[in-house]
């Protein structure tokens, strides 16, 4: 039996779905009420946590 395209498509679609399987059911529920705002324009909150939120020169 020879491997083709869509065998390769199938295996990657079996692989991402094992993987989000298995980050639901072991990671911690997201809670809403502590996420960080998606747009904070203009409400004196700063990003934190990322490589963007840096002090250029730091």
């Keep these: 039996m020879t491997l083709s ?3 390769g498509v199938i295996a990657l679609v079996v ?3 094992a993987l989000l399987v298995f980050d639901l059911s072991h990671s911690a529920p997201l809670d809403p009420f502590r ?3 998606l747009l ?3 409400s004196g909150q700063a990003a934190s946590g990322a490589h963007c939120a840096a002090a250029p020169g730091s």
């Design 15 to 17: 692989v991402i779905v």
């Design 5 to 7: 395209r869509t065998h």
């Design 40 to 42: 904070a324009l203009g």
């Design 35 to 37: 996420a960080p705002a």
